[in-house]
Nanobody, 124 residues
């Protein structure tokens, strides 16, 4: 089973940037589509972005489109989320997730491997 560990969260001012990383434990990383989700206090977990196994396709939530970029480095077993123009509404616990499936990648139920999350706080 692949295990996932997120890093890169922190406190940033509105308009700032952060890059999240998610390191996978196994060399079969390139068999998995990867996603980022987030959950704010009192809210449901919501889809942020996803990338297919070889990085050929990416999809984003409307709320982050044009500001966030998902990418992956299969040689390093790592997926990234570059977050620019951060807003207070982006404050949440961000989770990395992995799935062997290739459809419904914007749905949390599709993913069967999850990291523990990294906190992102956008505040002045």
């Amino acid at each position: 089973q692949v295990q996932l560990v997120e890093s890169g969260g922190g406190l940033v001012q509105p308009g700032g940037s952060l890059r999240l990383s998610c390191a996978a434990s196994r060399d079969i990383f390139n068999s998995y589509a990867m996603g980022w989700f987030r959950q704010a206090p009192g809210e449901d977990r919501e889809f942020v972005a996803t990338i297919t196994r070889r990085g050929g396709s990416t999809y984003y939530a409307d709320s982050v489109k044009g500001r966030f970029t998902i990418s992956r480095d299969n040689a390093k077993n790592t997926v990234y989320l570059q977050m620019d123009s951060l807003q207070a509404e982006d404050t949440a616990l961000y989770y990395c997730a992995a799935t062997l499936r290739s459809s419904y990648l914007y749905t949390a139920a599709t993913y069967d491997r999850w990291g523990r999350g990294t906190q992102v706080t956008v505040s002045s």
